[in-house]
């Protein structure tokens, strides 16, 4: 065995003196040997592919890769800048958790493609049940929510995408604004003027007292 591995060994030196001469130089550093230095060669392939030498740290797992990849991971694909989406490549070669999560998330995008209230169902279903086997925490909070709400969002299906919520919301907005800018009321029909008059957008009058 002893002489089979040296037999192997002398063959990786060979190898590496006629193709590789980036691993002969890398072996001018202490404890590098013929074997780590031609792995590190060919994993990186392409060394011009790297702007900066600390970027290959990270490519190889020993820097924290997700440093500056916020907008890349929150930004709809279509919106990344050229320099964004080289970042994201070489994030989704990673296995982490963070990875996994924005490709659970990009992919329920297509949930708002469906048509039909049952395929949609369907996809929404599938998707709920990855995410939960998934053994991310926030994923899987996410995944219950959406499955708890299963039937009204089913409803923007059944309504054919024509009735949505968002009217409401920015009533609902405006009520608040409102109320918060008018430090409460006294009454509820003080409210309910207030209401009246942003929500319906009444005519107000120039001023609220005259003096003679």
């Known amino acids: 065995m002893t002489a089979r591995i040296r037999t192997y060994y002398a063959g990786v030196s060979r190898m590496i003196k006629q193709k590789y001469p980036e691993a ?25 592919r790297f702007a900066k030498s600390r970027d290959v740290g990270c490519y190889l797992g020993l820097a924290p890769i997700l440093t500056h990849s916020r907008w890349c991971l929150l ?50 279903d599938r998707c709920c049940r990855r995410a939960i086997k998934s053994r991310i925490k926030p994923m899987q909070k996410v995944a219950r929510m959406l499955g708890s709400h299963r039937e009204l969002l089913l409803n ?43 929500l319906g957008d009444l005519p107000e009058p120039e001023c609220t007292h005259k003096f003679c």
């Open 24 to 48: 002969d130089c890398l072996q001018q550093v202490g404890g590098i040997g013929p074997i780590t230095s031609l792995t590190y060669v060919l994993t990186l392939e392409k060394p011009e």
């Open 75 to 124: 930004k709809r694909p279509e919106n990344l800048t050229a320099k964004q989406e080289i970042k994201l490549s070489d994030l989704l070669r990673c296995n982490l958790k963070a990875i996994r999560s924005y490709l659970l998330k990009e992919d329920f995008q297509f949930f708002w493609d469906y048509a039909s209230p049952h395929w949609a169902g369907v996809f929404l």
């Open 156 to 198: 923007w299906f059944r309504a054919r995408k024509v009735i949505s919520s968002d009217v409401i919301e920015g009533f609902n907005n405006k009520l608040k604004l409102n109320t918060r800018k008018s430090y409460g009321f006294r009454t509820f029909r003080a409210a309910e003027v207030m209401l009246y008059h942003t």
